[in-house]
C-alpha cells in the first residue's frame, strides 16, 4: 500500500510561537520552514509514500517544498489545523477516490524516512490509526485507509481525542523521528540529538551551538 501524506503549514510569520524561549520573531520563520524542508524530504524519499500534499497559503513555503516534489494545494477553508488537513484529504479523494491519506505534522526535521515506512506500513492493518507524540499527549500522525474519512483531532490532547474516536494508537518502537516534533526549545534539542536534516541543522547552529 502506498500512503498520500497530507502536510498542513500555516504562514510561516505566524508559525512556532512556543520557540519564542529559544528562538526570536525574525528568526522563527526560517526555523519553520527549515522543519517543514526537512519533513517533506523524508517524506517524498519513504518508500510507503506515493504522494506527499502540503496545504498552506504560504507563498515562499509553497515555491520551497514544490521544489522537493509536494503538491500545494491552497489552505481554502482557513478556519485551522483540522479544516485544512480535512480539506487537503478531500482534495486529494477527489483526484483518487480510494486512495489511503495519513496527516503528517510539519514540524519533524528529524524525521526518517525508513521509521515513517514503519508507521505505514503497521497504520495499514486498521481502518484509521494515529502516532502520539514524544510527549505522549499529541499526535503527529494520522492514517486514514481506503473508503475511511480521516476525521482529524489535532491540537492540545490530541491523542486521547484520536483514541476516542477509534483511532487505532500505534505501539511502535524505534520511530522516534516521527515523534519529536518541535514545538519548544528543549523538543528542537530532543530532534538535534536525534540528527535533523540540513536545512534545519544550518538553520539551527547559531540558535544552539555545539555544546549547547
Known amino acids: 500500500m502506498q500512503w498520500t501524506l497530507v502536510i498542513p ?89 480510494r486512495a489511503p491519506v495519513a496527516a503528517l505534522n510539519a514540524d519533524l526535521p528529524a524525521l526518517r524516512a525508513g521509521e515513517l515506512a514503519r508507521v505505514l506500513v503497521a497504520a495499514a492493518e486498521f481502518p484509521r490509526a494515529f502516532l502520539a507524540d514524544a510527549e505522549g499527549v499529541g499526535t503527529t500522525l494520522l492514517a486514514a485507509g481506503a473508503d475511511t474519512l480521516l476525521r482529524p483531532l489535532f491540537g492540545p490532547g490530541s491523542r486521547a481525542r484520536h483514541r476516542e474516536s477509534g483511532a487505532e494508537e500505534l505501539g511502535l518502537t524505534g520511530v522516534n523521528s516521527v ?25 539551527s547552529t547559531a540558535l544552539l551551538p555545539r555544546g549547547s
Open 179 to 203: 515523534r519529536q516534533d518541535v514545538d519548544t526549545g528543549a523538543d528542537l534539542r530532543a530532534a538535534l540529538a536525534l540528527g535533523v536534516g540540513p536545512r534545519t541543522a544550518a538553520a
Open 9 to 97: 503549514l500555516k504562514p510561516l510569520a505566524r508559525a512556532k510561537s512556543r520557540l519564542a524561549d529559544t528562538a526570536g520573531a525574525g528568526v522563527r520563520p526560517g526555523l519553520a520552514l527549515a522543519f517543514a524542508q526537512d519533513t517533506v524530504a523524508a517524506a517524498v524519499a519513504c518508500a510507503e509514500v506515493r504522494d506527499v500534499v502540503v496545504v498552506t497559503d504560504d507563498a515562499l513555503a509553497g515555491r520551497e517544498l514544490a521544489a522537493l516534489g509536494a503538491q500545494i494545494v491552497p489552505d481554502t477553508p482557513g478556519s485551522g489545523l483540522n479544516a485544512a488537513l480535512g480539506h487537503g484529504a478531500a482534495v486529494v479523494r477527489s483526484l483518487q477516490p
